[in-house]
């Protein structure tokens, strides 16, 4: 296992796993992302916090990291465990991403504020995920939310042999 809290394959389940989001703006994919966490039955959970933690990060510069891939996250006292949700866009997100394109990916993660180096140890291994060759591609291809969870899986896999 990764070093770290979680694995990124169980920090992604496959219940929090949109492969057809509705959203077409920003803060509504937020809105969207934000609540399949809180339709997955999560406890100690707090909606209201969540996306005033990510609203709050986002409002300091952009979370567009890559052509297409955006990765919003946020730390807040509203929960007492990470919380990750992955959203595909067919259509594309407008999201004032740095390089002005659409997002059609977005991998959402919600920490808890007192655990500050985790959360930046989890973004790096999910930079690594995103800079392994086809995983960005194989995500967007993935036709419902178990394939895109396979995805995750095997590419980790990767990675983490290296």
């Known amino acids: 296992m990764p070093s770290g809290p979680l694995s990124l394959s169980d920090l ?3 219940d929090r796993i949109c492969v057809d ?11 969207e992302l934000v609540d399949l966490i809180g339709s997955t039955g999560s406890t ?14 986002e409002s300091r510069m952009s979370t567009g990291i890559r052509p297409g891939v955006a990765l919003p996250h946020g730390k807040t006292d509203g929960v007492d465990r990470f919380f990750g949700v992955i959203g595909v866009s067919r259509l594309g997100v407008d999201y004032d991403a740095l390089d002005g ?3 059609r990916i977005a991998f959402m993660l919600i920490s808890p504020r007192s ?8 973004l790096k291994r999910l930079a690594g995920l995103l800079d392994a060759p086809g995983f960005v591609a194989a995500m967007l291809s993935a036709s419902d939310p178990s ?11 990767r990675i983490t042999k290296v």
């Open 101 to 103: 394109e659409p997002v």
């Open 115 to 122: 655990m500050a180096n985790e959360h930046l140890a989890i």
């Open 12 to 14: 992604f389940p496959r």
């Open 147 to 157: 394939e895109a969870h396979r995805v995750i899986e095997r590419y980790e896999a």
């Open 21 to 31: 989001l509705s959203s077409v703006e920003k803060e509504a994919l937020f809105v």
């Open 44 to 57: 100690h959970f707090d909606r209201e916090d969540a996306l005033a933690c990510v609203l709050e990060r």
